[in-house]
């Protein structure tokens, strides 16, 4: 396992944009598959986006598809999800996570064995 550590989450206006970023400890980041999920009120957790291990192939929700992008950095441990156009739907606890190990891309949060804490992103109509 990996410990992550999520921030840059905020208030912004509809239309604006916010960059989260997702720091790993040890030595594991790597190897892992990283992924994006999110959380609304009354709702249960819904994957954003996931990318391997090099940075090289991403997959994304269809309702944020053209308006997140995944990527990472393996020399910082991070992770980034850039997010732009935002709408208030996508008000939400974002939690990165990691499958540390895998080559196979998942959207299924079963499958992350390590988890941040969560940052929270709100946008106002």
């Known amino acids: 396992q990996v410990q992550l550590v999520e921030s840059g989450g905020g208030l912004v206006q509809a239309g604006g944009s916010l960059r989260l970023s997702c720091t790993a400890s040890?030595?594991?980041?790597?190897?892992?598959?990283m992924g994006w999920f999110r959380q609304a009120p009354g709702q249960e957790r819904r994957f954003v986006a996931t990318?391997?291990?090099?940075?090289?192939?991403?997959i994304y929700a269809d309702s944020v598809k053209g308006r997140f992008t995944i990527s990472r950095d393996n020399a910082k441990n991070t992770v980034y999800l850039e997010m732009t156009n935002l709408k208030p739907e996508d008000t939400a606890v974002y939690y990165c996570?990691?499958?540390?190990?895998?080559?196979?891309?998942?959207?299924?949060?079963?499958?992350?064995?390590?988890w941040g804490q969560g940052t929270q992103v709100t946008v106002s109509s």
């Open positions: 996570a990691a499958d540390v190990g895998s080559i196979v891309f998942s959207s299924t949060g079963t499958r992350y064995d390590s």
């Open positions: 040890g030595r594991t980041f790597s190897a892992s598959i």
């Open positions: 990318i391997n291990r090099t940075g090289g192939r991403t």
